[in-house]
């Protein structure tokens, strides 16, 4: 659904709309909706009333862009005459579709060729939910499949249908030889405990009886075993999905989440479904079996009684609708309340070292604490709802008891009744109001398993902002020239963090990415890792757009060094061949001696099956980078991308570490960030950020040329430091 | 560390107004600028203090401590403009909530009029910054402002309570 303009405006339009689009602010930062019009003659803008409230004919303008503000924006031209005039406010919903907006204005306004419009620019809603579409797609990724939580966790199951139908036969039968011993009971009240009944009868009763009990038994027994086994195998299944759906969300969905939550997320709301689904469906189709089965028995034995029984039925019925919302509302607070306590729990560990060093263990204690009275708060509210809920239910059931014994008791001591069948009755009744009782406990587990399930469904069910596309090619050679096209982008989109850079560069070439922090360095490699996609321009390699590029095959091709080395749990070896599992001992060792390891390596007590990682060896800062590096060269990318470590190590180290990422480097395109002047005296070629633009590129010597350049003064400052270390030691 | 300390902008350095275009202008040390931008440096805690002046560009020009230190009408267009930047509609009223398809929807009346917001859960999207503040945010990004919650009517009050 794309917002038209309507007629009455479009009317008044001498020519062909190039874009439309309703704003939802007016210039005063209202709320309200004013319609925005592009044609080749002007810019016209419009609310409620048929005379436009703006008017700016193209000529008048030089230029147009789009202001992001918080949470808002405006459209600001600027004019020959007038200076910039805001043309229109908006809400970030439209920050892109006025992006475009403003790009097309330019393009008039200076006569270039006309961008067009890819959908993401269009702004689209659902029709359901109103809520924006994603570029691409046809269905409201929020509508889609999300209705049938129940179902779909259902689905689970499938894999295990014939063990269900297996354990559903058997609960079939056992709820039927469930029914026999009440009858057995009215048999020989009635029947056998009579003066004159002989004594074969009573004696093959019980026996039936006893046997009645033994198949019971065993059946229960069999339906255990084949649930326990279902039950696990499903709890396996559920975590593994969902750690698949991890693993395929973007950089992104990281950035903004405290990754330690995860893990009580999976674990317990996998463990709340899995209840559902085995005891939960178990208990529910049982029960519900034994209620129709109990219904008809006591329906033929007698109909007046039993439709006394069912008075509290309709009650018990609207107690629980009504009380259905509440519960979940209530799990879920409580879910939040512990989701809140495991978070801060993750993050106090994560920070163990600040917090000690800063000696505030006694304040996250206080923080602990408060979270943990939530908790406990929380946990509180919605027991004590049960414990109010699970007596009434007892007593509404019990009510109808206390009838039954009351009136069939008269029928019994007038001789209208047998009392076996007054017996068997009330003990029918019994189990007919268990399952009713249990019906609150099943609210109980269902509720608490959709709210598992909605959470975990939530993760399953978020797109990947990088994902892979439909026509993805694989590239298998490549030669490493990559090109980037005016690329534009943002963590937050309308608030871009690298601004239209171009820049060829040749297979082989090394290019060392210069600037302060906050330049847009890390952003550079993010995008060509493709860890996020740009919001503008193209970046290739050999030609091809990487987002056409199939993700593994892409990641394949490029190596990475990072800043932050992290190594596995695991031994150095299983480290270094991460990316090449099937390297044999050589190609580990060959690669590790390029990196300059191996001899450290080689000295260890373990050699390379030294345990490094969260419980292993400590390695040292350089040392790590070292095994970072033998990494990189075992996965022989080719373009590679360094994020030069800044920590201050050792000359000798130092040297080390030149010396293997110069032999990593040779005939890989190579991407480097670059903080020390020996790597940028070896870089071909350096690209100088600033603020996200690209200010200056070219050799170490051109740029020092430039006698006011950022980079000239960049190295100044970096010479003054060394100075001032130098003094200092 | 840098030499350069931050500069506090007095009464008599800073003058604002807004231009014809709607655009917000000023002298700045006698100089004057066609375009200003400015950045509340404590967005959450201090609305019409410690407000840094910047050029378009977004280089500082200086900080005004309090707009109350300001000439009346500088102080009053200072102050429309960072209604207009920092879209923050404080919530009056709440009409509705409602979970849908897993998705949350509040219709709520504010002081820039109603709105209505979805949130894919409340675990990610309702922010407690202190007191009996709260900080709903959408799906866009965009966020609402419930200054104090239970200073709100009834009805709100109610639903509020219901969820949180």
Same mark, same amino acid.
């Given at each position: 659904?794309?917002?038209?303009?309507?007629?009455?405006?479009?009317?008044?339009?001498?020519?062909?709309?190039?874009?439309?689009?309703?704003?939802?602010?007016?210039?005063?930062?209202?709320?309200?909706?004013?319609?925005?019009?592009?044609?080749?003659?002007?810019?016209?803008?419009?609310?409620?009333?048929?005379?436009?409230?703006?008017?700016?004919?193209?000529?008048?303008?030089?230029?147009?862009?789009?202001?992001?503000?918080?949470?808002?924006?405006?459209?600001?031209?600027?004019?020959?005459?007038?200076?910039?005039?805001?043309?229109?406010?908006?809400?970030?919903?439209?920050?892109?579709?006025?992006?475009?907006?403003?790009?097309?204005?330019?393009?008039?306004?200076?006569?270039?060729?006309?961008?067009?419009?890819?959908?993401?620019?269009?702004?689209?809603?659902?029709?359901?939910?109103?809520?924006?579409?994603?570029?691409?797609?046809?269905?409201?990724?929020?509508?889609?499949?999300?209705?049938?939580?129940?179902?779909?966790?259902?689905?689970?199951?499938?894999?295990?249908?014939?063990?269900?139908?297996?354990?559903?036969?058997?609960?079939?039968?056992?709820?039927?030889?469930?029914?026999?011993?009440?009858?057995?009971?009215?048999?020989?009240?009635?029947?056998?405990?009579?003066?004159?009944?002989?004594?074969?009868?009573?004696?093959?009763?019980?026996?039936?009886?006893?046997?009645?009990?033994?198949?019971?038994?065993?059946?229960?027994?069999?339906?255990?075993?084949?649930?326990?086994?279902?039950?696990?195998?499903?709890?396996?299944?559920?975590?593994?999905?969902?750690?698949?759906?991890?693993?395929?969300?973007?950089?992104?969905?990281?950035?903004?989440?405290?990754?330690?939550?995860?893990?009580?997320?999976?674990?317990?709301?996998?463990?709340?479904?899995?209840?559902?689904?085995?005891?939960?469906?178990?208990?529910?189709?049982?029960?519900?079996?034994?209620?129709?089965?109990?219904?008809?028995?006591?329906?033929?034995?007698?109909?007046?009684?039993?439709?006394?029984?069912?008075?509290?039925?309709?009650?018990?019925?609207?107690?629980?609708?009504?009380?259905?919302?509440?519960?979940?509302?209530?799990?879920?607070?409580?879910?939040?309340?512990?989701?809140?306590?495991?978070?801060?729990?993750?993050?106090?560990?994560?920070?163990?070292?600040?917090?000690?060093?800063?000696?505030?263990?006694?304040?996250?204690?206080?923080?602990?604490?408060?979270?943990?009275?939530?908790?406990?708060?929380?946990?509180?509210?919605?027991?004590?709802?049960?414990?109010?809920?699970?007596?009434?239910?007892?007593?509404?059931?019990?009510?109808?008891?206390?009838?039954?014994?009351?009136?069939?008791?008269?029928?019994?001591?007038?001789?209208?009744?047998?009392?076996?069948?007054?017996?068997?009755?009330?003990?029918?009744?019994?189990?007919?109001?268990?399952?009713?009782?249990?019906?609150?406990?099943?609210?109980?587990?269902?509720?608490?398993?959709?709210?598992?399930?909605?959470?975990?469904?939530?993760?399953?069910?978020?797109?990947?902002?990088?994902?892979?596309?439909?026509?993805?090619?694989?590239?298998?050679?490549?030669?490493?020239?990559?090109?980037?096209?005016?690329?534009?982008?943002?963590?937050?989109?309308?608030?871009?963090?690298?601004?239209?850079?171009?820049?060829?560069?040749?297979?082989?070439?090394?290019?060392?990415?210069?600037?302060?922090?906050?330049?847009?360095?890390?952003?550079?490699?993010?995008?060509?890792?493709?860890?996020?996609?740009?919001?503008?321009?193209?970046?290739?390699?050999?030609?091809?757009?990487?987002?056409?590029?199939?993700?593994?095959?892409?990641?394949?091709?490029?190596?990475?060094?990072?800043?932050?080395?992290?190594?596995?749990?695991?031994?150095?070896?299983?480290?270094?061949?991460?990316?090449?599992?099937?390297?044999?001992?050589?190609?580990?060792?060959?690669?590790?001696?390029?990196?300059?390891?191996?001899?450290?390596?080689?000295?260890?007590?373990?050699?390379?099956?030294?345990?490094?990682?969260?419980?292993?060896?400590?390695?040292?800062?350089?040392?790590?980078?070292?095994?970072?590096?033998?990494?990189?060269?075992?996965?022989?990318?080719?373009?590679?991308?360094?994020?030069?470590?800044?920590?201050?190590?050792?000359?000798?180290?130092?040297?080390?570490?030149?010396?293997?990422?110069?032999?990593?480097?040779?005939?890989?395109?190579?991407?480097?960030?670059?903080?020390?002047?020996?790597?940028?005296?070896?870089?071909?070629?350096?690209?100088?950020?600033?603020?996200?633009?690209?200010?200056?590129?070219?050799?170490?010597?051109?740029?020092?040329?430039?006698?006011?350049?950022?980079?000239?003064?960049?190295?100044?400052?970096?010479?003054?430091?060394?100075?001032?270390?130098?003094?200092?030691? | 560390?840098?030499?350069?300390?931050?500069?506090?902008?007095?009464?008599?350095?800073?003058?604002?107004?807004?231009?014809?275009?709607?655009?917000?202008?000023?002298?700045?040390?006698?100089?004057?600028?066609?375009?200003?931008?400015?950045?509340?440096?404590?967005?959450? /805690?201090?609305?019409?203090?410690?407000?840094?002046?910047? &050029?378009?560009? @977004?280089?500082?020009?200086? %900080?005004? #401590?309090? !707009?109350?230190?300001?000439?009346?009408?500088?102080?009053?267009?200072?102050?429309?403009?960072?209604?207009?930047?920092?879209?923050?509609?404080?919530?009056?009223?709440?009409?509705?909530?409602?979970? /849908?398809?897993?998705?949350?929807?509040?219709?709520?009346? &504010?002081?820039? @009029?109603?709105?209505?917001? %979805?949130? #894919?859960? !409340?675990?990610?999207?309702?922010?407690?910054?202190?007191?009996?503040?709260?900080?709903?945010?959408?799906?866009?990004?965009?966020?609402?402002?419930?200054?104090?919650?239970?200073?709100?009517?009834?009805?709100?009050?109610?639903?509020?309570?219901?969820?949180?």
């Amino acid at each position: 659904m794309v917002d038209e303009l309507p007629e009455i405006f479009k009317s008044q339009l001498s020519e062909d709309i190039l874009f439309n689009v309703k704003t939802d602010l007016d210039t005063q930062g209202m709320l309200a909706a004013q319609w925005l019009a592009i044609t080749h003659g002007d810019v016209t803008l419009w609310q409620e009333k048929a005379e436009p409230i703006k008017r700016i004919g193209i000529e008048e303008i030089k230029e147009a862009r789009a202001v992001s503000n918080i949470g808002s924006g405006m459209l600001v031209v600027e004019t020959t005459t007038n200076g910039p005039i805001v043309i229109a406010r908006y809400t970030s919903t439209l920050s892109t579709a006025m992006s475009f907006a403003a790009k097309l204005i330019t393009a008039l306004a200076q006569g270039e060729q006309l961008p067009v419009a890819t959908k993401g620019d269009i702004p689209r809603y659902c029709s359901t939910c109103h809520s924006p579409m994603k570029e691409g797609t046809k269905t409201c990724e929020f509508c889609l499949s999300k209705k049938y939580a129940a179902l779909r966790m259902l689905g689970y199951l499938k894999p295990y249908k014939f063990k269900g139908i297996l354990a559903l036969g058997l609960l079939i039968l056992s709820t039927i030889v469930e029914l026999i011993p009440p009858f057995l009971t009215k048999i020989i009240v009635d029947d056998v405990l009579q003066p004159q009944q002989p004594g074969t009868l009573f004696v093959i009763i019980i026996a039936a009886w006893a046997l009645t009990l033994l198949v019971m038994s065993s059946m229960q027994a069999l339906r255990g075993y084949i649930g326990v086994a279902i039950s696990s195998k499903l709890m396996g299944d559920i975590r593994k999905d969902v750690y698949q759906s991890l693993m395929k969300l973007s950089l992104a969905y990281f950035d903004r989440r405290q990754t330690s939550q995860f893990i009580s997320r999976v674990n317990s709301d996998a463990e709340s479904m899995r209840q559902f689904m085995t005891d939960g469906v178990i208990y529910i189709a049982g029960h519900l079996l034994r209620f129709l089965f109990i219904l008809v028995i006591i329906f033929s034995m007698n109909w007046k009684l039993t439709l006394l029984a069912l008075v509290p039925i309709p009650l018990l019925v609207f107690l629980s609708i009504s009380i259905w919302p509440k519960v979940g509302r209530r799990l879920y607070q409580q879910w939040r309340a512990i989701f809140r306590l495991n978070m801060q729990v993750g993050d106090t560990l994560q920070g163990i070292r600040v917090i000690k060093a800063f000696g505030q263990e006694k304040s996250e204690l206080v923080r602990y604490n408060n979270a943990n009275e939530e908790v406990v708060h929380h946990d509180m509210r919605s027991e004590k709802m049960w414990q109010l809920f699970f007596p009434a239910f007892g007593l509404l059931t019990s009510l109808g008891a206390v009838l039954i014994w009351y009136l069939g008791g008269y029928q019994v001591l007038s001789n209208e009744l047998q009392l076996g069948v007054l017996l068997a009755f009330v003990a029918y009744l019994g189990m007919l109001f268990g399952p009713i009782q249990w019906l609150s406990q099943m609210i109980s587990w269902t509720s608490r398993a959709m709210t598992a399930s909605h959470r975990i469904f939530e993760i399953m069910d978020t797109p990947a902002d990088v994902a892979d596309h439909p026509d993805a090619v694989k590239v298998p050679n490549i030669k490493g020239d990559v090109v980037l096209q005016q690329v534009t982008y943002g963590y937050e989109k309308h608030y871009p963090v690298l601004k239209d850079i171009n820049l060829e560069v040749k297979a082989g070439e090394m290019i060392g990415l210069v600037g302060h922090s906050g330049a847009g360095k890390s952003t550079f490699i993010n995008l060509l890792c493709r860890f996020y996609d740009v919001d503008e321009g193209v970046i290739t390699i050999d030609g091809v757009p990487i987002r056409d590029i199939e993700q593994t095959e892409l990641r394949r091709q490029i190596g990475v060094v990072l800043q932050e080395t992290f190594l596995f749990d695991g031994t150095i070896a299983e480290n270094i061949a991460y990316s090449k599992p099937d390297a044999t001992p050589e190609d580990i060792m060959r690669a590790a001696k390029i990196a300059n390891a191996h001899d450290f390596i080689v000295r260890l007590p373990d050699g390379y099956d030294t345990r490094v990682g969260e419980r292993g060896h400590k390695l040292s800062g350089g040392e790590k980078q070292r095994v970072a590096i033998a990494r990189a060269i075992i996965h022989d990318p080719k373009i590679l991308i360094l994020d030069e470590a800044t920590a201050s190590v050792d000359t000798e180290t130092e040297r080390q570490i030149q010396e293997a990422l110069a032999n990593l480097v040779k005939g890989r395109t190579t991407f480097a960030i670059a903080h020390r002047l020996s790597t940028l005296r070896n870089a071909d070629r350096l690209v100088v950020l600033d603020r996200g633009k690209m200010v200056e590129l070219g050799t170490h010597e051109e740029l020092l040329e430039k006698e006011d350049g950022v980079y000239r003064k960049l190295v100044d400052a970096q010479m003054e430091m060394s100075k001032i270390k130098g003094v200092g030691s | 560390m840098s030499a350069e300390d931050i500069r506090m902008l007095s009464s008599e350095e800073l003058y604002v107004y807004r231009g014809e275009g709607g655009v917000l202008q000023g002298i700045v040390d006698g100089k004057t600028y066609h375009e200003l931008l400015i950045f509340l440096t404590f967005p959450m /805690r201090y609305t019409s203090e410690y407000v840094s002046i910047r &050029t378009k560009d @977004g280089n500082e020009l200086g %900080i005004v #401590r309090s !707009l109350a230190g300001l000439d009346r009408d500088s102080a009053a267009v200072l102050k429309e403009e960072i209604e207009l930047r920092y879209f923050l509609p404080r919530v009056t009223k709440i009409e509705s909530i409602k979970q /849908r398809s897993d998705l949350w929807f509040w219709e709520l009346q &504010t002081h820039l @009029g109603s709105i209505r917001i %979805i949130m #894919r859960n !409340l675990h990610d999207h309702i922010q407690f910054p202190g007191g009996d503040r709260i900080l709903l945010s959408d799906l866009d990004g965009r966020r609402c402002d419930i200054v104090n919650w239970k200073q709100m009517d009834a009805h709100s009050q109610r639903l509020l309570r219901d969820i949180l």
